[in-house]
């Protein structure tokens, strides 16, 4: 079993729909928890970041994390064409610089 | 402005073959990554340098070997290079804050190897 677990999608969704992206984890030790955003032949770059649980929004972006669950989400509010793109879940404990990266979800905004 | 930048953006090239990809950032981080992203988009980190320092080091074959001549840059050489081997190896950087630590990536090295 993987650390992190992430479905790939891909996901297809119409222009305006509410996107929910989500990834499970099993180590109880991580408290630091990302959502990169990654386009097509394009390196990662960080979108959320959260420490511990609870709700972080940031524009139509909102981060949720339930280490109870050991479950994170993303959700987009009045999705783009221009969201389309693979999102990457992240996370780290509190003490190492080691972060994992979930597989990635592919996500396509249909205009 | 570039940030966080690789040569080669692509490479091709034989088995058996060594090569070295560089990476340089200009973000004034202490703290520089590799990463290898396969074809199902997993990405992995195998290294780590702070300061010129290597504090990460996953299971990585031998063959991979990271360099860090001061901390602003970070390159990695690859000995007899495998078929396996084909993937993007992705450079990053992050300041060494409390509160966050962002990661950011360059635009990736395209490994092919035949």
């Known amino acids: 079993q993987k650390e992190v677990e992430q479905d790939p999608g891909p996901l297809s969704v119409p222009e305006g729909a509410i996107v929910s992206l989500n990834c499970t984890y099993s180590n109880s030790a991580f408290q630091y928890f990302m959502w990169y955003r990654q386009y097509s032949r394009k390196g990662p770059e960080l979108l959320m970041y959260t420490y511990s649980s609870g709700n972080k929004e940031d524009g139509r972006f909102t981060a949720q994390v339930d280490k109870s669950s050991k479950y994170i989400s993303l959700f987009i509010r009045d999705s783009q064409p221009s969201d389309s793109a693979t999102y990457l879940c992240a996370m780290r404990d509190g003490g190492y610089q080691k972060v994992t990266f979930g597989t990635g979800t592919k996500l396509q905004v249909i205009p | 402005d570039t940030a966080v930048s690789q040569t080669p953006k692509y490479l091709v090239t034989q088995m058996g073959n060594d090569k070295s990809i560089k990476c340089e950032q200009n973000?004034?981080?202490?703290?520089m990554y590799w990463y290898k992203q396969d074809s199902k988009k997993f990405l992995k980190i195998m290294f780590s340098y702070n300061n010129k320092e290597l504090i990460i080091n996953e299971t990585v074959p031998n063959r991979f070997s990271p360099k860090s001549p001061d901390k602003a840059h970070l390159n990695l050489h690859i000995n007899s290079l495998e078929l396996g081997d084909s993937a993007v190896y992705f450079c990053?950087?992050?300041?060494?804050?409390?509160?966050?630590?962002?990661?950011?990536f360059g635009p990736g090295t395209r490994l092919t190897v035949l």
């Open positions: 973000l004034g981080h202490d703290t």
């Open positions: 990053a950087s992050s300041p060494q804050t409390l509160y966050t630590d962002t990661q950011y």
